[in-house]
Protein backbone atom coordinates (compact mmCIF):
# COMPACT_ATOMS: atom_id res chain seq x y z
CA UNK A 1 0.00 0.00 0.00
CA UNK A 2 1.67 3.34 -1.21
CA UNK A 3 1.95 6.16 1.58
CA UNK A 4 -0.99 8.39 -0.83
CA UNK A 5 -3.40 5.39 -0.96
CA UNK A 6 -2.97 4.92 3.32
CA UNK A 7 -3.59 8.68 3.66
CA UNK A 8 -7.12 8.74 1.66
CA UNK A 9 -7.60 5.77 3.48
CA UNK A 10 -7.04 7.54 6.77
CA UNK A 11 -9.14 10.72 5.52
CA UNK A 12 -11.98 8.60 4.15
CA UNK A 13 -12.14 6.62 8.07
CA UNK A 14 -11.81 9.96 9.75
CA UNK A 15 -14.18 11.53 7.36
CA UNK A 16 -16.78 8.40 8.35
CA UNK A 17 -16.19 8.89 11.56
CA UNK A 18 -16.99 12.66 12.56
CA UNK A 19 -19.70 12.63 10.07
CA UNK A 20 -21.52 10.39 11.89
CA UNK A 21 -19.94 12.12 15.31
CA UNK A 22 -22.28 15.31 13.93
CA UNK A 23 -24.93 13.23 12.85
CA UNK A 24 -25.40 11.15 16.35
CA UNK A 25 -27.89 14.32 18.20
CA UNK A 26 -29.51 13.21 21.40
CA UNK A 27 -33.11 13.37 21.87
CA UNK A 28 -33.74 16.61 24.07
CA UNK A 29 -36.48 16.72 26.63
CA UNK A 30 -37.60 19.94 28.54
CA UNK A 31 -38.88 18.85 32.02
CA UNK A 32 -40.87 21.80 33.29
CA UNK A 33 -41.70 21.82 37.09
CA UNK A 34 -44.68 23.95 37.46
CA UNK A 35 -44.26 27.24 39.76
CA UNK A 36 -42.01 27.67 42.05
CA UNK A 37 -40.40 30.83 43.96
CA UNK A 38 -43.65 33.32 45.38
CA UNK A 39 -46.02 31.19 43.11
CA UNK A 40 -46.51 28.13 45.15
CA UNK A 41 -48.88 25.93 42.79
CA UNK A 42 -51.85 24.22 44.88
CA UNK A 43 -51.41 23.91 48.65
CA UNK A 44 -53.45 22.04 50.89
CA UNK A 45 -53.28 20.13 54.25
CA UNK A 46 -49.81 21.28 54.05
CA UNK A 47 -48.95 20.06 50.64
CA UNK A 48 -46.94 21.97 48.81
CA UNK A 49 -47.57 21.85 44.45
CA UNK A 50 -44.64 23.38 43.29
CA UNK A 51 -42.26 21.27 45.67
CA UNK A 52 -43.90 17.86 44.80
CA UNK A 53 -43.22 19.07 41.17
CA UNK A 54 -39.54 20.23 41.48
CA UNK A 55 -38.70 17.09 43.29
CA UNK A 56 -40.46 14.45 40.75
CA UNK A 57 -38.57 16.47 37.77
CA UNK A 58 -35.31 16.16 39.56
CA UNK A 59 -35.75 12.64 39.86
CA UNK A 60 -37.13 11.88 36.02
CA UNK A 61 -34.44 14.13 35.17
CA UNK A 62 -31.99 11.78 37.14
CA UNK A 63 -33.09 8.07 35.26
CA UNK A 64 -33.74 10.34 31.69
CA UNK A 65 -29.72 11.30 32.43
CA UNK A 66 -28.34 7.83 32.80
CA UNK A 67 -30.23 7.15 29.07
CA UNK A 68 -26.95 7.70 26.75
CA UNK A 69 -29.23 9.02 23.95
CA UNK A 70 -30.99 11.34 26.00
CA UNK A 71 -30.47 15.05 27.03
CA UNK A 72 -32.35 16.50 29.70
CA UNK A 73 -33.19 20.62 30.00
CA UNK A 74 -34.96 21.87 33.15
CA UNK A 75 -36.65 25.03 33.34
CA UNK A 76 -35.74 25.19 36.64
CA UNK A 77 -33.55 22.57 39.46
CA UNK A 78 -34.30 25.02 42.15
CA UNK A 79 -37.22 26.84 43.80
CA UNK A 80 -36.92 30.19 41.82
CA UNK A 81 -40.21 31.90 39.83
CA UNK A 82 -39.80 31.64 35.99
CA UNK A 83 -42.69 33.49 33.89
CA UNK A 84 -44.89 30.91 31.79
CA UNK A 85 -43.15 32.48 28.65
CA UNK A 86 -39.54 32.02 29.54
CA UNK A 87 -40.24 28.54 30.09
CA UNK A 88 -41.71 28.01 26.55
CA UNK A 89 -38.49 30.08 25.33
CA UNK A 90 -36.06 27.55 27.21
CA UNK A 91 -38.14 24.69 25.41
CA UNK A 92 -37.65 26.09 21.79
CA UNK A 93 -33.93 27.94 22.04
CA UNK A 94 -32.68 24.46 23.11
CA UNK A 95 -34.78 22.93 19.99
CA UNK A 96 -35.95 20.18 22.35
CA UNK A 97 -38.24 17.30 20.90
CA UNK A 98 -40.57 17.25 23.16
CA UNK A 99 -41.60 19.51 26.65
CA UNK A 100 -43.39 17.88 29.42
CA UNK A 101 -44.42 20.40 32.14
CA UNK A 102 -45.32 18.51 35.65
CA UNK A 103 -47.95 19.68 38.12
CA UNK A 104 -50.50 18.74 41.08
CA UNK A 105 -54.16 19.16 40.82
CA UNK A 106 -56.52 20.40 43.25
CA UNK A 107 -59.95 20.80 43.76
CA UNK A 108 -63.14 21.98 46.38
CA UNK A 109 -64.53 18.74 46.23
CA UNK A 110 -61.82 17.15 48.54
CA UNK A 111 -62.44 13.97 46.85
CA UNK A 112 -61.24 14.68 43.68
CA UNK A 113 -58.32 11.62 42.86
CA UNK A 114 -56.51 10.57 39.78
CA UNK A 115 -54.05 11.76 37.34
CA UNK A 116 -54.72 13.59 33.81
CA UNK A 117 -52.53 14.34 31.27
CA UNK A 118 -53.34 17.48 28.78
CA UNK A 119 -52.32 18.30 25.48
CA UNK A 120 -52.68 21.71 23.90
CA UNK A 121 -55.73 22.80 22.32
CA UNK A 122 -59.02 23.98 22.49
CA UNK A 123 -62.04 22.89 24.98
CA UNK A 124 -65.48 23.80 26.13
CA UNK A 125 -65.14 21.41 28.99
CA UNK A 126 -66.01 23.07 31.75
CA UNK A 127 -63.45 21.01 34.31
CA UNK A 128 -61.44 21.50 31.83
CA UNK A 129 -61.20 24.80 31.44
CA UNK A 130 -61.22 25.20 35.11
CA UNK A 131 -57.65 23.17 35.60
CA UNK A 132 -56.43 25.62 33.07
CA UNK A 133 -57.61 28.57 33.99
CA UNK A 134 -56.07 27.82 37.53
CA UNK A 135 -52.82 26.61 36.14
CA UNK A 136 -52.87 29.80 34.13
CA UNK A 137 -53.31 32.39 37.10
CA UNK A 138 -49.60 32.45 37.55
CA UNK A 139 -49.35 35.34 35.02
CA UNK A 140 -51.22 37.54 36.95
CA UNK A 141 -48.24 38.06 38.78
CA UNK A 142 -46.33 39.72 35.53
CA UNK A 143 -47.14 43.37 34.88
CA UNK A 144 -47.64 43.19 31.71
CA UNK A 145 -49.64 39.79 31.53
CA UNK A 146 -52.27 41.27 28.87
CA UNK A 147 -49.66 42.02 26.24
CA UNK A 148 -47.57 39.45 26.88
CA UNK A 149 -49.92 37.02 26.50
CA UNK A 150 -52.25 38.25 24.10
CA UNK A 151 -55.15 39.87 25.89
CA UNK A 152 -55.39 36.98 27.96
CA UNK A 153 -58.02 37.32 30.82
CA UNK A 154 -57.89 35.29 33.72
CA UNK A 155 -61.72 35.69 34.41
CA UNK A 156 -63.14 34.30 31.34
CA UNK A 157 -62.56 30.90 29.94
CA UNK A 158 -63.28 32.41 25.99
CA UNK A 159 -60.33 34.21 26.49
CA UNK A 160 -58.26 31.15 26.62
CA UNK A 161 -60.49 29.11 23.80
CA UNK A 162 -59.62 32.13 21.39
CA UNK A 163 -55.97 32.29 22.17
CA UNK A 164 -55.74 28.10 21.66
CA UNK A 165 -56.89 28.34 18.42
CA UNK A 166 -53.05 28.60 17.39
CA UNK A 167 -52.03 25.57 16.04
CA UNK A 168 -52.42 21.70 15.76
CA UNK A 169 -48.96 20.76 15.55
CA UNK A 170 -47.76 18.16 17.07
CA UNK A 171 -51.24 17.13 18.46
CA UNK A 172 -50.89 13.43 17.33
CA UNK A 173 -47.09 13.02 19.26
CA UNK A 174 -48.63 14.76 22.09
CA UNK A 175 -51.49 12.22 22.33
CA UNK A 176 -49.27 9.50 21.88
CA UNK A 177 -47.06 10.57 24.40
CA UNK A 178 -49.67 11.63 27.06
CA UNK A 179 -51.43 7.94 26.32
CA UNK A 180 -48.14 6.56 27.65
CA UNK A 181 -47.85 8.57 31.11
CA UNK A 182 -51.16 7.94 31.85
CA UNK A 183 -51.04 4.12 30.81
CA UNK A 184 -47.95 4.04 32.85
CA UNK A 185 -50.11 5.54 36.06
CA UNK A 186 -52.66 3.51 35.76
CA UNK A 187 -50.95 0.09 34.71
CA UNK A 188 -47.60 0.73 36.22
CA UNK A 189 -49.18 2.17 39.47
CA UNK A 190 -52.30 1.20 39.50
CA UNK A 191 -53.38 4.47 40.11
CA UNK A 192 -57.18 6.38 38.95
CA UNK A 193 -56.68 7.47 35.09
CA UNK A 194 -58.43 10.27 34.35
CA UNK A 195 -57.26 10.44 30.95
CA UNK A 196 -55.26 12.63 28.50
CA UNK A 197 -57.23 15.81 28.11
CA UNK A 198 -57.19 18.96 26.14
CA UNK A 199 -57.36 22.33 27.29
CA UNK A 200 -55.49 26.06 26.63
CA UNK A 201 -52.29 25.89 29.24
CA UNK A 202 -50.40 29.64 28.18
CA UNK A 203 -47.60 27.28 28.83
CA UNK A 204 -48.03 25.08 26.26
CA UNK A 205 -49.40 27.54 23.78
CA UNK A 206 -46.11 28.93 22.37
CA UNK A 207 -43.73 25.69 22.09
CA UNK A 208 -42.93 24.03 18.74
CA UNK A 209 -42.78 20.41 19.72
CA UNK A 210 -44.89 17.59 20.79
CA UNK A 211 -45.68 18.82 24.56
CA UNK A 212 -47.69 17.53 27.47
CA UNK A 213 -48.97 18.91 30.79
CA UNK A 214 -48.96 16.16 34.16
CA UNK A 215 -51.21 16.76 36.23
CA UNK A 216 -50.09 14.42 38.76
CA UNK A 217 -52.81 13.93 41.52
CA UNK A 218 -54.88 16.36 43.59
CA UNK A 219 -52.97 17.53 46.55
CA UNK A 220 -56.21 18.84 48.23
CA UNK A 221 -57.61 15.14 48.49
CA UNK A 222 -55.59 14.21 51.90
CA UNK A 223 -54.57 10.87 51.05
CA UNK A 224 -53.18 11.53 47.22
CA UNK A 225 -51.94 14.56 48.80
CA UNK A 226 -49.79 12.42 51.16
CA UNK A 227 -48.59 10.20 48.28
CA UNK A 228 -47.53 12.81 46.03
CA UNK A 229 -45.44 14.58 48.69
CA UNK A 230 -43.88 11.49 50.05
CA UNK A 231 -40.52 10.47 48.69
CA UNK A 232 -41.58 6.54 48.04
CA UNK A 233 -44.95 8.52 45.90
CA UNK A 234 -42.38 10.43 43.87
CA UNK A 235 -40.18 8.02 43.22
CA UNK A 236 -43.17 5.65 42.07
CA UNK A 237 -44.56 8.74 40.13
CA UNK A 238 -41.07 9.64 38.69
CA UNK A 239 -40.47 5.96 37.33
CA UNK A 240 -43.76 6.09 35.43
CA UNK A 241 -43.30 9.32 33.30
CA UNK A 242 -39.62 8.73 32.87
CA UNK A 243 -40.39 5.68 31.46
CA UNK A 244 -43.10 6.66 28.87
CA UNK A 245 -40.69 9.35 28.21
CA UNK A 246 -38.04 6.24 27.13
CA UNK A 247 -40.38 4.24 25.31
CA UNK A 248 -41.29 7.72 23.44
CA UNK A 249 -37.86 7.99 22.12
CA UNK A 250 -37.49 4.36 20.97
CA UNK A 251 -40.94 5.04 19.07
CA UNK A 252 -40.23 7.88 16.96
CA UNK A 253 -36.53 9.43 17.54
CA UNK A 254 -33.69 7.58 15.52
CA UNK A 255 -30.59 8.69 16.57
CA UNK A 256 -28.50 9.86 14.20
CA UNK A 257 -31.18 11.09 12.14
CA UNK A 258 -32.59 14.06 14.08
CA UNK A 259 -36.43 13.57 12.29
CA UNK A 260 -38.98 11.45 13.95
CA UNK A 261 -38.81 8.41 11.78
CA UNK A 262 -42.93 8.01 10.64
CA UNK A 263 -43.96 4.95 11.87
CA UNK A 264 -48.04 3.31 12.04
CA UNK A 265 -48.66 4.89 15.18
CA UNK A 266 -50.40 2.48 17.17
CA UNK A 267 -54.52 2.80 17.93
CA UNK A 268 -54.63 4.57 21.17
CA UNK A 269 -57.17 2.64 23.68
CA UNK A 270 -60.52 4.80 23.18
CA UNK A 271 -60.90 5.48 26.62
CA UNK A 272 -57.92 7.34 26.89
CA UNK A 273 -58.79 9.91 23.98
CA UNK A 274 -62.80 10.36 24.93
CA UNK A 275 -62.27 13.77 26.71
CA UNK A 276 -60.31 15.05 23.17
CA UNK A 277 -62.56 16.83 21.10
CA UNK A 278 -60.05 17.56 17.96
CA UNK A 279 -61.24 20.25 15.71
CA UNK A 280 -62.99 17.96 13.25
CA UNK A 281 -62.20 18.06 9.80
CA UNK A 282 -64.32 17.14 7.09
CA UNK A 283 -63.99 14.14 4.69
CA UNK A 284 -63.26 15.51 1.41
CA UNK A 285 -64.41 13.88 -1.20
CA UNK A 286 -61.84 12.83 -3.93
CA UNK A 287 -62.32 15.33 -7.13
CA UNK A 288 -62.56 13.61 -10.68
CA UNK A 289 -58.81 13.92 -12.76
CA UNK A 290 -60.91 15.36 -16.17
CA UNK A 291 -62.77 18.24 -15.84
CA UNK A 292 -62.10 21.66 -13.24
CA UNK A 293 -60.27 20.74 -9.76
CA UNK A 294 -59.35 23.16 -7.20
CA UNK A 295 -57.24 22.41 -4.21
CA UNK A 296 -55.74 25.01 -1.39
CA UNK A 297 -52.36 25.93 -1.65
CA UNK A 298 -51.39 25.97 2.25
CA UNK A 299 -47.13 26.08 1.52
CA UNK A 300 -44.46 25.92 -0.16
CA UNK A 301 -40.95 24.36 1.03
CA UNK A 302 -37.91 23.05 0.18
CA UNK A 303 -38.31 20.37 2.56
CA UNK A 304 -39.47 16.86 1.44
CA UNK A 305 -42.40 16.19 3.99
CA UNK A 306 -44.77 13.07 4.67
CA UNK A 307 -47.94 13.75 4.08
CA UNK A 308 -49.51 13.37 7.34
CA UNK A 309 -51.87 15.15 9.39
CA UNK A 310 -49.51 15.93 12.37
CA UNK A 311 -47.13 17.86 9.83
CA UNK A 312 -49.80 19.97 8.72
CA UNK A 313 -51.48 21.27 11.67
CA UNK A 314 -53.99 18.07 11.72
CA UNK A 315 -54.79 18.98 8.13
CA UNK A 316 -56.06 15.69 6.08
CA UNK A 317 -56.00 15.00 2.16
CA UNK A 318 -52.56 17.09 1.58
CA UNK A 319 -51.00 16.49 -2.14
CA UNK A 320 -48.10 17.55 -3.36
CA UNK A 321 -46.05 18.68 -6.06
CA UNK A 322 -42.20 18.65 -6.55
CA UNK A 323 -41.05 21.06 -9.79
CA UNK A 324 -37.42 19.80 -8.52
CA UNK A 325 -36.74 23.26 -6.61
CA UNK A 326 -39.82 23.73 -4.72
CA UNK A 327 -42.59 21.75 -3.11
CA UNK A 328 -45.96 22.78 -2.76
CA UNK A 329 -48.21 21.21 -0.81
CA UNK A 330 -52.22 21.52 -1.01
CA UNK A 331 -55.04 21.01 1.24
CA UNK A 332 -58.12 18.91 0.09
CA UNK A 333 -59.41 18.67 -3.66
CA UNK A 334 -62.93 19.12 -5.22
CA UNK A 335 -64.66 20.22 -8.51
CA UNK A 336 -67.20 22.50 -6.39
CA UNK A 337 -65.87 25.76 -6.33
CA UNK A 338 -67.93 26.68 -3.11
CA UNK A 339 -66.73 23.72 -1.44
CA UNK A 340 -63.12 24.95 -2.33
CA UNK A 341 -64.06 28.47 -0.32
CA UNK A 342 -64.73 26.32 2.64
CA UNK A 343 -61.51 24.46 2.40
CA UNK A 344 -59.84 27.31 2.23
CA UNK A 345 -61.75 28.67 5.38
CA UNK A 346 -60.61 25.24 7.33
CA UNK A 347 -56.91 25.98 6.38
CA UNK A 348 -57.09 29.21 7.34
CA UNK A 349 -58.55 28.26 10.68
CA UNK A 350 -55.48 25.87 11.01
CA UNK A 351 -52.97 28.66 11.11
CA UNK A 352 -52.16 28.50 7.30
CA UNK A 353 -53.47 32.45 7.08
CA UNK A 354 -51.81 32.52 3.68
CA UNK A 355 -53.38 29.70 1.73
CA UNK A 356 -55.03 30.10 -1.56
CA UNK A 357 -57.48 28.01 -3.80
CA UNK A 358 -55.78 27.09 -6.80
CA UNK A 359 -57.07 25.23 -9.73
CA UNK A 360 -56.95 22.99 -12.53
CA UNK A 361 -58.00 21.42 -15.79
CA UNK A 362 -57.80 18.78 -17.19
CA UNK A 363 -54.67 18.71 -15.43
CA UNK A 364 -53.19 21.66 -16.31
CA UNK A 365 -52.82 24.49 -13.82
CA UNK A 366 -55.18 27.27 -15.12
CA UNK A 367 -55.95 30.37 -13.49
CA UNK A 368 -59.06 31.15 -11.20
CA UNK A 369 -60.90 32.89 -13.55
CA UNK A 370 -59.91 30.34 -16.29
CA UNK A 371 -61.57 27.55 -14.01
CA UNK A 372 -64.53 29.55 -13.46
CA UNK A 373 -65.65 30.13 -17.07
ZN1 LIG B 1 -49.75 23.77 38.56
Known sequence: MNAFFKMTMLAFVLGTSVGQAQNSAKFKVVLDAGHGGNDFGATYHGYVEKNNALNVVLKVGRILEADQATQVIYTRKTDVFIPLDERADIANKSKADIFVSIHCNANKNLAASGTETYVMGVTRNAANLEVARKENEV????????????????????????????????????????????????????????????????????????RVLIEMGFVSNKEEGAFLSSDEGQEQIAQAIAKAILDYRKEYFVQGTEEYVPVERPNIPEKEIQKIDTPKVKEVKPAAINGTVFKIQISASTKKMDLVPSNFNGLNTISMEDDGTIIKYFYGNTNDYNESKKLLEEAKAKGYGSAFIVAYKNGQKVTLNEALR
Request: glycine residues 10%.
Open 139 to 210: VTMEKDYKIKYDGYDPNSPESVIGMTVIQEEYLDQSIELAAGIQEGFEEGLSRKSRGVKQAGFLVLRKIYMP
